[in-house]
């Protein structure tokens, strides 16, 4: 069974930065891309980027080129991104997905508040 | 970027109708491989996103087949033949054809 399991929910200082986690099972981790996707409460869903576990190559959306940064350790079948210079506009449930969007995880909150 | 424009952005139906939702593309998404990567997802209240439809028209594993997707080029639709009250939250259509993969604004199905 394929499972995405992410961290637990965030509370973090504006200016700050965070880093969020996905663990991979079920499956053979560098087979899929590992996307990520934002929701802002009562929001759409927004594509951030993805990250080719098998050489680390990655694509951003331009809004996020300077915001998010993906990274996976294979060793542990875990993929990670990382928020920096965090605003109230951060203040969201992220997600990371595989497989044409066909897995997910359950999401991770960050909230953005000082 | 694609802008995949969903229409209606909220649907009321009563239990058994048939409902239709439209996504439109600003782009052709046939890639150059002969596949169109676009898919419909559904987000109950509260919960992950889940896949119903991939590349047009093909079930993803243990939905039901009272879904149904079709399209091709910039024009696609996803039909529900029997609403069900488990099918209530909202639809979602995303592109992969292009990068960046980008998401409708979504539709709301809601009860009548």
């Known amino acids: 069974e394929v499972l995405l399991q992410q961290s637990g929910a965030e509370l973090v200082r504006p200016g700050s930065s965070v880093k969020i986690s996905c663990k991979a099972s079920?499956?053979?981790?560098?087979?899929?891309?590992m996307h990520w996707v934002k929701q802002r409460p009562e929001q759409g869903l927004v594509w951030i980027g993805r990250?080719?576990?098998?050489?680390?190559?990655?694509v951003y959306a331009e809004k996020f080129k300077s915001k998010a940064t993906l990274t996976a350790d294979k060793s542990s079948n875990t993929a990670y991104m990382q928020l920096s210079s965090l605003t109230s506009e951060d203040t969201a449930t992220y997600f990371c997905?595989?497989?044409?969007?066909?897995?997910w995880g359950q999401g991770t909150l960050v909230t953005v508040s000082s | 970027d694609v802008v995949l424009t969903q229409t209606p952005p909220t649907l009321s139906a009563t239990i058994g109708q048939s409902v239709s939702i439209s996504c439109r593309s600003s782009q052709s998404l046939l890639h150059s491989n002969g596949n169109t990567y676009l898919h419909w997802l559904l987000q109950r209240p509260g919960q992950s996103p889940q896949l119903l439809i991939y590349?047009?028209?093909r079930l993803e594993s243990g939905v039901p087949n009272r879904f149904s997707g079709s399209g091709s080029g910039t024009d696609f639709t996803l039909k529900i033949s029997g609403v069900e009250a488990e099918d209530l939250g909202v639809y979602y259509c995303?592109?992969?054809?292009?990068?960046?993969?980008?998401f409708g604004a979504g539709t709301k199905l809601e009860l009548k």
């Open positions: 997905t595989i497989r044409a969007f066909a897995y």
């Open positions: 990250i080719n576990p098998a050489n680390g190559n990655t």
């Open positions: 590349s047009v028209s």
């Open positions: 995303v592109q992969g054809t292009h990068a960046p993969n980008t």
């Open positions: 079920g499956y053979t981790f560098t087979d899929y891309y």
